[in-house]
T-cell receptor, first 114, second 111 residues
């Protein structure tokens, strides 16, 4: 059972365009929603994260929009650059004691054309 | 200066062998994790340790055994390797349930 559904699987945008990746979750116990960026041969790196009591969070060109009632959240990358080409993972998280248990989406391969 | 380092980065081994992947974090974090990324890039948690105590143990074959000698180290031992174990294994760490930092991964190929 896939608890976090991510779309699209792949995305191609022109330089300067807006990239939008969507995720939906089922478990209302999730209390933290990070986005990770992964370059080939590297580990996932935290890009931006949001908690469910906030509807939007912006950091530079990256914005998370969160809709708690719809159980959906999305990543917007403004002014997309070729250097943004990577795989993006949404995740939803619960706490297990002092640990965070991340449930990842299936990933989106973003290609930004120069 | 690598925050979460794991060795080896690449490992090619034959079916039936036993192998280990080592992980160390120098962030002073109290919690460490092992994640598995399959050929379709799907990431899934395997284990989590807090101060040497097992916290999260997902449905993983018991051929996989994590060992934490101290809170800065979490090693992964895999016995009787199978073809399906081929994947990228990521070590990660966090402090008190906050941001999780990943290592660069260990590419395991079983032939």
């Amino acid at each position: 059972q896939q608890q976090v559904k991510q779309s699209p699987q792949s995305l191609i945008v022109q330089k300067g365009g807006i990239s939008i990746i969507n995720c939906a979750y089922e478990n209302t116990a999730f209390d933290y929603f990070p986005w990770y960026q992964q370059f080939p041969g590297k580990g996932p790196a935290l890009l931006i994260a949001i908690r469910p009591d906030v509807s939007e969070k912006k950091e530079g060109r990256f914005t998370i929009s969160f809709n708690k009632s719809a159980k959906q959240f999305s990543l917007h990358i403004m002014d997309s650059q070729p250097g943004d080409s990577a795989t993006y993972f949404c995740a939803a998280s619960t706490r297990s004691g002092s640990a965070r248990q991340l449930t990842f989406g299936s990933g989106t391969q973003l290609t930004v054309l120069p | 200066d690598t925050a979460v380092s794991q060795t080896p980065k690449y490992l090619v081994t034959q079916m039936g062998n036993d192998k280990s992947i080592k992980c160390e974090q120098n962030l002073g974090h109290d919690t460490m994790y092992w994640y598995k990324q399959d050929s379709k890039k799907f990431l899934k948690i395997m284990f989590s340790y807090n101060n040497k105590e097992l916290i999260i143990n997902e449905t993983v074959p018991n051929r996989f055994s994590p060992k934490s000698p101290d809170k800065a180290h979490l090693n992964l031992h895999i016995n009787s390797l199978e073809l399906g174990d081929s994947a990228v294994y990521f070590c990660a760490s966090s402090q008190s349930g906050n941001t999780i930092y990943f290592g660069e991964g260990s590419w395991l190929t079983v032939v």
